[in-house]
């Protein structure tokens, strides 16, 4: 049996059984002996969100009976409140202590590195009342815009290892995320968007022996090795056959020396870029500047990874690789349901986001069983997979062996879980894979 198996056995029974009784009672939701504990109501909503993600009270239920509870549709729905979303807040938060790694992905190009990390984040929108809570960022109506939670993830592409889902307010920008302050280790590569651009941050990835990958933010100051600034609409490739890989200073007072990477796009691409763009600025109610609309003619990265170690055909790669997070959000918004719910009532709409967040780590805990060493899987059918045997994982989770051997069948049914080719655009394990050559 893989080592794993156990690993992921031993954490998901400390996470819904140890952790969950405590938060039971730590948090009010028990306050009394009953037949209801709190490992026994994170169980049912867990494997029941798991198992259907629009799951009804009836459903719900049924996740619990196939636990050894039985309670009644009113009697479920009696126990969401304050208590109960703390309970489950609780679990959510021991079960980010849990670190799964699976087997290092065999891809020349992500081996290279300690870890390939993502970062992001998504935000999603709660009922107002909860705005003590979970502050929303507001906005020019007063209503479904005062409570929101913003979901941080770092996810390494390496071994599958997930730091978050970690929790703030929605009105936190990206700037203070919490994953941007976690320690930075030698070797490990990050990726992050627009909103993770910091000097400061590649600053001290540097001074770690650590490196980064990111798009160049417009307005960001970049001078030659000999401090003469560069305008870089007048110096860059004008056609989109050439590429540049410059060693540059970045930013004015910070004088950052790392490598600039830029290709010019097709007209079409540039455009599409600029509409996008001011779209978005239209929909914020800002203006957007000349050198932002004059950029989006080419695509810029800016790195202090070494040629040696990685070229500019390879960095371009690894940037489109920043997809493969939002293709997790997306897997957990859109089959796992973590921003809808069937119910208006707040403290349950609250209680079921943390189940099924933490249905969701599980989920990802079980990928890591067979699925994360292929570079073709697909997290889409994967989630069907799991979804099938969420009832059974519940009816084995107190025996120890029984619940190994159903992830064992889990892991079997996983190995089928591929994309197949696409002929009008390559997926992203294709370009990893053509430098495996």
């Known amino acids: ?120 984040s998504s935000s999603i929108r709660l009922p107002d009342s909860l705005g003590a809570i979970w502050s929303g960022s507001g906005g020019s109506s007063s209503k479904n815009t005062q409570a929101a939670v913003k979901i941080c993830v770092d996810i390494d592409l390496v071994t599958g290892c997930l730091d978050g889902p970690l929790l703030q307010s929605g009105c936190v920008h990206d700037r203070q995320a919490l994953v941007r302050h976690r320690p930075y280790e030698a070797g490990s590569l990050r990726i992050g968007d627009l909103a993770y651009f910091s000097l400061r941050d590649f600053a001290a990835m540097q001074q770690a022996g650590a490196y980064y990958l990111s798009r160049l933010k417009a307005g960001t100051d970049v001078c030659t090795l ?52 001011q779209h978005e600025a239209r929909r914020k109610g800002q203006a957007v500047s000349q050198e932002r609309l004059d950029l989006c003619g080419w695509t810029l990265y800016v790195t202090n990874v070494p040629r040696a170690l990685l070229t500019v055909a390879e960095a371009f790669v690894l940037g489109r690789s920043r997809w493969q997070i939002e293709i997790l959000f997306k897997l957990w918004k859109s089959d796992g349901g973590i921003d809808e719910s069937r119910s208006t009532h707040p403290w349950q709409i609250l209680t079921e986001f943390y189940a099924k967040l933490i249905a969701m ?45 159903a992830l064992q069948t889990i892991q079997r049914a996983l190995a089928s879980c591929r994309m197949t080719k696409c002929k009008s655009k390559r997926h992203t394990y294709e370009l990893w894979l053509q430098f495996n050559l």
């Open 1 to 120: 049996m893989d080592t794993i198996i156990p690993e992921i056995a031993e954490a998901m029974r400390t996470v819904l059984n140890e952790e969950a009784l405590y938060a039971g009672r730590v948090s009010g939701f028990v306050k009394r002996k009953r037949k209801l504990t709190g490992a026994s109501f994170v169980q049912s909503l867990v494997f029941g969100y798991l198992a259907q993600p629009s799951a009804s009270s009836a459903e719900l239920g049924q996740a619990a009976a196939s636990i050894g509870i039985a309670i009644s549709r009113q009697g479920l729905a009696q126990r969401f409140n304050p208590a109960s979303a703390a309970c489950l807040e609780m679990v959510l938060s021991a079960s980010l202590r849990q670190v799964i790694h699976a087997k290092r992905v065999d891809l020349e190009l992500l081996k290279r590195f300690r870890a390939v990390r993502i970062v992001d």
């Open 226 to 277: 000999k401090g003469d600034p560069l305008l870089l609409r007048d110096c860059l490739p004008k056609t989109v056959t050439e590429v540049v890989d410059w060693d540059i200073y970045l930013g004015a007072v910070a004088q950052l020396p790392c490598r600039l990477l830029a290709q010019r796009v097709p007209d079409a691409v540039a455009q599409d870029r600029r509409e996008r763009l």
């Open 361 to 405: 780590l599980i989920q990802h805990w079980v990928f890591l069983t067979e699925l994360w060493e292929h570079p073709e899987r697909s997290l889409h059918q994967a989630s069907q997979v799991v979804r099938k045997h969420a009832f059974h994982l519940a009816s084995v989770l107190q025996d120890f062996d029984r619940l190994c051997l």
